[in-house]
């Protein structure tokens, strides 16, 4: 089975600026123990849960819970004594919400769910489309999924359209509009123009002409690079770090130390899987690991889980500017001084 039919949808979202008090009251009103926390254009930056809103010092009451009540109170009502146990401070969602986030297309399997739920430790993983999320897939979902007959169809959704996708109509049909007015607008060349012509209409008609074309090819440049950027940020989404993939990273982390080098590139992605597009990384800012999505976000999280005990640092680097602005992004594991 696939996420997309076993996953909760449409899922209840909530934006960096939400108050805890309002984030409370969604979850007993939905009955649900966890929400997404989405940008403007639906892509996920973090998720609030229950333990997110409680106070530090409550801590204890999650760990006496057995595991096995824990995985089937996925879901379920919130007691009415969760109100009191809020933190004291009316904190924005952006303060208390567990980031970087792992996240699963709607492809993605059964098999991949359960292994993302035990590699990471995690209870809920949002579903993407396009980038942006369209449901979200928790520990007690995926136990009902195998009770489940296999070969049911689930509801057909609408597909969304990418932001690029109308972005790119709209320069198409602006493309039109464009050479509807300069067809209009501009003067007419004479009737028998020849290479030896020299009149000053048809020279400016020939620049226009080439300069016309010129903001075609650049456009479509544009256009083509953008697409090859989207597809990367997709496949980087989907692809998850598995252990074998992470023992190679540590493999080759350890030849560099035998070379003397005093740090490794685990991973170099693009600054579109970024939610902020690479700008805390840049400034750099010490909420930036917050802003990693998809396999970033699991490398950083492996290190987190694994490494961070061990001495070991994780930095973040933008390693190019193409038009002044930043490129790819590397992470690197850190060892020396």
């Not at 004479?190 to 009149?199: L, R």
Request: charged share 30%; hydrophobic share 40%; proline share 6%.
């Amino acid at each position: 089975m696939r996420a997309d039919e076993i996953m909760t949808s449409p899922v209840v979202t909530v934006t960096p600026d939400t108050p805890a008090s309002r984030i409370a009251k969604l979850l007993l009103e939905n009955h649900v123990s966890a929400v997404p926390v989405v940008d403007a254009s639906g892509a996920p930056l973090g998720i609030v849960s229950e333990g997110d809103l409680l106070r530090r010092d409550e801590s204890g009451r999650a760990a006496r819970r057995a595991w096995w009540l824990e995985m089937l109170a996925e879901g379920e009502p919130l007691s009415q004594e969760y109100l009191s146990q809020l933190r004291t401070k009316d904190q924005p969602a952006k303060e208390i919400m567990s980031a970087p986030v792992v996240t699963v297309t709607e492809a993605s399997d059964v098999a991949e769910l359960a292994h993302l739920f035990s590699s990471y430790r995690i209870k809920r993983v949002p579903v993407l489309r396009d980038g942006r999320v369209v449901g979200i897939v928790s520990r007690v979902d995926l136990l009902r999924s195998f009770d489940k007959e296999e070969g049911g169809e689930g509801e057909s959704r609408p597909s969304l359209l990418h932001p690029l996708d109308a972005l790119i109509s709209l320069e198409e049909r602006l493309k039109r509009v464009r050479r509807s007015d300069a067809a209009v607008g501009a003067p007419a060349a004479p009737a028998q123009a020849s290479a030896d012509t020299f009149d000053v209409a048809h020279f400016q008609a020939l620049a226009l002409d080439s300069k016309h074309e010129e903001d075609l090819r650049r456009a479509e440049l544009r256009r083509a690079e953008a697409a090859a950027r989207r597809r990367t940020v997709e496949q980087l989404i989907d692809h998850h770090v598995g252990d074998e993939t992470w023992r190679n990273m540590l493999h080759k982390a350890r030849e560099a130390a035998q070379h003397g080098q005093k740090e490794f590139m685990l991973l170099r992605f693009p600054h579109d899987l970024c939610s902020d597009g690479g700008r805390a990384i840049n400034v750099p800012e010490p909420e930036w690991p917050k802003t990693l999505r998809g396999e970033a976000a699991e490398v950083y999280l492996r290190w987190e889980r694994e490494l961070k005990e061990r001495g070991f640092r994780l930095a973040a680097r933008v390693l190019d500017f193409p038009g002044g602005f930043p490129g790819d992004i590397g992470l690197f594991l850190v060892w020396g001084q």
